[in-house]
């Protein structure tokens, strides 16, 4: 017998235009148990910027965070912060690949809190940085949208043909 389909697509979207700042999944559908969101293609940045994600018009959140460059590491940890910091690109301005995924569990339960798994990949100059990220809303609210922006700097923009796929997970 055939396993069962185990994701299912929600949506994708594909930016025409590289500059976009802010990219907003929304109407999420709750039938599923958890979600899988990719990011990948091109973002335009300035120096050390963070892809910030919030969860509906949320915007307290905490998270730890992990970074590796093949030569030094680091981590940082934040409560009360706007948005989860789900990768950060270290170094000068410059156009960067990215890729990053991201489980968030129980999202649409209404008694837990809502919890994200990240990992998030970058390449810049010929070398690669990794960074894995955990981050928390103590919100109980079902997530129905999910809004992801390039730090607070406005000459900072998700490329154009930039990818944001969402994956539903159906309950084993």
């Known amino acids: 017998m055939a396993a069962a389909q185990t994701y299912e697509l929600i949506q994708t979207t594909t930016l025409a235009t590289s500059l976009?700042?802010?990219?907003?999944?929304?109407?999420?559908?709750?039938?599923?148990?958890?979600?899988?969101?990719?990011?990948?293609?091109?973002?335009?940045?300035?120096?050390?910027?963070?892809?910030?994600?919030?969860?509906?018009?949320?915007?307290?959140?905490?998270?730890?965070?992990?970074?590796?460059?093949?030569?030094?590491?680091?981590?940082?940890?934040?409560?009360?912060?706007?948005?989860?910091?789900?990768?950060?690109?270290?170094?000068?301005?410059?156009?960067?690949?990215?890729?990053?995924?991201?489980?968030?569990?129980?999202?649409?339960?209404?008694?837990?809190?809502?919890?994200?798994l990240i990992r998030y990949a970058c390449e810049r100059n010929g070398s690669g940085e990794i960074d894995a990220v955990v981050g928390l809303s103590q919100n109980t609210a079902a997530i129905s949208s999910i809004n992801f922006t390039m730090n607070a700097d406005p000459t900072s923009f998700f490329g154009s043909g930039t990818v944001f796929s969402i994956y539903g997970i159906k309950a084993a």
């Open 20 to 116: 976009t700042s802010t990219v907003t999944l929304s109407s999420i559908s709750g039938a599923y148990t958890d979600l899988r969101i990719i990011v990948s293609n091109y973002t335009s940045v300035q120096a050390n910027q963070t892809l910030g994600m919030r969860y509906n018009s949320l915007t307290s959140f905490s998270y730890t965070y992990l970074n590796g460059n093949g030569s030094s590491a680091s981590s940082s940890r934040a409560s009360g912060a706007g948005a989860i910091n789900a990768g950060f690109t270290a170094g000068s301005s410059t156009t960067i690949p990215i890729m990053a995924t991201i489980d968030i569990l129980n999202y649409a339960n209404t008694t837990t809190y809502k919890t994200a």
